[in-house]
């Protein structure tokens, strides 16, 4: 069986009740494939989770833009696992660049944070990627491969992963990876995967792009 298509929208830290509304209406008037072909994920900020849930076409599914990397406590700012779960959000956006970048998040804590989710029930978009610089020392596969290693050296069932390749320099900058920019590292990836993971989740686990 091939894999099956998957688009995300993260809207990080944007939008505003009336906006999110509007956002909400269009897309349950888009045109969009059946659940069995295509799998949506909509990521709206924390406070909008709610009425995106309840407002979104049930064939889309929410998902957070980050979670605590365990169980809930004296940790201020911060969402469990567990509390999405309880407000029946079951995917979230785990190792953004943003996040890696300017809350200094290493590759350890989020494959800390992977894990835990995924213990959880909850279902992973595991974002990698390099920055411009990285990519202009020929270093993009093995930045992507020690973050994704972080990512593998701590789970074993790959069942509810989807790794989204997000080159740094490609967010928020106005330039675009071009596709064979984009497969060329999707491919380095998958044989990686081969190699140090198994043919089973090479072959299986979807590889996205954003940016």
Not at 5 to 10: K, L
Not at 13 to 34: F, H, M, R, Y
Not at 143 to 162: F, G, L, M
């Amino acid at each position: 069986m091939g894999r099956k298509f998957f688009v995300g929208g993260n809207w990080k830290c944007n939008g505003t009740s009336e906006e999110v509304k509007k956002i909400i209406s269009t897309l349950n008037d888009g045109q969009v494939p059946a659940s069995d072909v295509v799998e949506v994920v909509i990521s709206p900020p924390f406070v909008f989770l709610p009425l995106v849930k309840s407002s979104l076409h049930p064939d889309f599914h929410v998902a957070a833009q980050n979670c605590w990397v365990k169980k809930g406590g004296a940790f201020t700012g911060e969402i469990s696992a567990e509390m999405l779960k309880n407000i029946d959000i079951h995917w979230v956006i785990l190792g953004h660049s943003e996040r890696r970048l300017l809350l200094g998040e290493s590759s350890e804590f989020v494959g800390d944070k992977v894990a835990y989710a995924l213990s959880q029930g909850l279902k992973v978009i595991a974002c990698v990627g390099e920055t411009l610089e990285q990519r202009e020392s020929r270093a993009t596969m093995d930045v992507v491969a020690a973050q994704t290693k972080a990512i593998a050296e701590r789970i074993s069932d790959w069942t509810n992963v989807v790794v989204a390749y997000e080159p740094v320099w490609a967010i928020g900058t106005g330039k675009v990876a071009t596709p064979a920019q984009a497969q060329e590292v999707h491919s380095a990836l998958r044989k990686w995967l081969e190699t140090n993971v198994s043919a089973q989740v090479a072959e299986s686990t979807r590889l996205i792009y954003g940016g």
